[in-house]
């Protein structure tokens, strides 16, 4: 009796020891996981210094950051063309609170599975576009002011901040610093785009755009890049009946369901989708 007493004590604690190694643990987001949950953060303009990026920019920081020693993902936002600032003016910095992430933050709908920083840089009308290089330099001084997780920095975008996303990876490749890019309603030259193979790549657009019209835009890329056999397969939702405003049912997540079934479906949170993606150190 005492021998099947010993036996059982001894299946029970192996059980235990192999319930703590289970498979179903997701460690890849073990990262995410060891974050408080984000009840409501601090949304801060950045105005333009002397020593500062090229670019004046909002800057959310989720709750609890300030009181944690724990690195968090980062999301750089980068807006359209109606979101310029003006050099003359130089207080319109509030601009880019009107569309994508900025806005769902300032109206308290902002609810990732995990917390994130969101920095929204804007650009002047004197810039004209989005420079990969600028962009890049701006997220290495993010990373150098905050406390962010390098293996989960992620980029979206709308119109030419989409454009400016395909511009970037294109040209920075195994340089470029997200582990996952989502540019709505962008378009890019086809060329180089090897470079994308190392970053997934989920692209939105409306199928009525006559802005950036879908043809010449994400499809058009999109399909550049899975002809060259990159190593994620690059993502694109469209919405029939939609013209150039693909961001805000993309955001909100809206156009689940109203996306056009012969391309990607819309199935997740875009957010979610990012969390889901991860940049090794060997990247």
């Known amino acids: ?96 609170l009107r569309n994508g992430p900025p806005k769902l933050i300032e109206e308290g709908s902002w609810n990732p599975e995990y917390p994130m920083l969101v920095a929204s840089p804007q650009l002047m009308i004197t810039d004209f576009d989005w420079q990969p290089n600028k962009v890049h330099s701006f997220i290495e001084h993010l990373e150098s002011k905050y406390r962010v997780n390098p293996s989960r920095i992620y980029i979206t975008g709308i119109s030419i901040g989409g454009v400016g996303i395909f511009e970037y990876i294109r040209n920075l490749g195994s340089r470029a610093k997200p582990a996952a890019a989502v540019p709505i309603a962008g378009a890019g030259a086809e060329n180089l785009v090897s470079t994308f193979g190392d970053v997934p790549i989920w692209a939105f657009h409306g199928e009525d755009d006559r802005v950036i019209p879908f043809e010449r835009g994400s499809k058009q890329i999109v399909d550049a890049i899975n002809a060259a056999n990159p190593k994620v397969r690059a993502l694109v939702t469209t919405y029939p009946g939609v013209g150039h405003d693909a961001w805000t049912r993309t955001y909100d997540e809206t156009g689940m369901g109203q996306e056009n079934r012969l391309n990607d479906p819309f199935n997740r949170s875009v957010f979610n989708w990012m969390f889901s993606k991860k940049k090794s150190a060997a990247d």
């Open 1 to 96: 009796m005492k021998y099947f007493s010993l036996l059982f004590l001894i299946l029970l604690v192996s059980a235990c020891g192999a319930d703590e190694q289970s498979p179903f643990v997701d460690t890849a987001k073990s990262d995410l996981i060891s974050l408080a949950r984000d009840t409501g953060g601090t949304h801060s303009a950045i105005p333009l210094q002397a020593n500062g990026p090229d670019y004046a920019y909002y800057m959310y920081e989720p709750g609890d950051y300030a009181n944690v020693g724990e690195d968090y993902p980062l999301l750089i936002y980068l807006h359209g063309i109606s979101d310029f600032g003006d050099p003359v003016q130089q207080n319109d910095l509030f601009k880019v």
